[in-house]
């Protein structure tokens, strides 16, 4: 009878174990990040890179080229968390490079907006779900992602956001006003 248990217990110990390993080869890496100088700008972990390759359109790739002037990147995923990114970069141009980038953005973006005084927000896709960011309501892992660029006309300088973040971690400050500048967006694309 001991034997037997002890089979078992081997047996379902030696199951999780292997479960364990094949998903932490799928899992987003366990750290915390931030950083603000210009020379990181686009140095991004794998699941962050990943994300911004295949959910944003908007988001200027590694042959940009402005000259960045502003830069924060702050990821974080605890273990068996989920991860949370934030990415932004305002990029300055020269006015060829700005009309460039600027056509690029209007024919990708899924909706705009003239903002009050500057420019155009451009929103980079539908950010289902949005009213449920702020009603502080639990949806079991309802991931949120913004894709967000706001042109400056003037100063031909372009503000991009990328942001992934879950219905647990929308108390920053930062995610609260991507949020509200989707959801704005979306309300005049609607109107």
């Given at each position: ?15 999780a174990l ?8 799928n ?23 990943e ?5 944003t ?45 600027l ?6 973006a ?18 289902k ?13 309802l ?20 942001a992934?973040?879950?219905d ?17 967006v ?6």
């Open positions: 009878m001991k034997k037997t248990g002890l089979f078992a217990f081997l047996a379902l110990l030696t199951a292997c479960l364990l390993s094949s998903c932490a080869a899992t987003p890496p366990v750290e915390k990040i931030e950083k603000n100088e210009l020379s990181d700008f686009g140095n991004y972990n794998s699941f962050v890179e994300h911004l390759k295949e959910k359109v908007l988001f200027p790739g590694q042959g940009t080229v402005g000259n960045v002037v502003n830069y924060r990147y702050r990821y974080e995923c605890a273990a068996l968390g989920d991860p949370v990114f934030l990415v932004e970069a305002t990029v300055l141009y020269d006015k060829s490079s700005f009309e460039t980038e056509l690029r953005i209007q024919n990708t899924f909706a705009s907006k003239t903002t009050s005084n500057k420019g155009f927000v451009y929103l980079g896709n539908d950010v779900y949005i009213n449920e960011f702020f009603e502080e309501t639990v949806l079991d892992g991931p949120f992602c913004f894709d967000i660029a706001e042109a400056d006309e003037e100063d031909l300088q372009i503000t991009y956001f990328a992934l973040c879950w647990q971690s929308h108390k920053d400050g930062f995610l609260i006003k991507a949020a509200e500048t989707a959801r704005d979306l309300q005049a694309k609607r109107d």
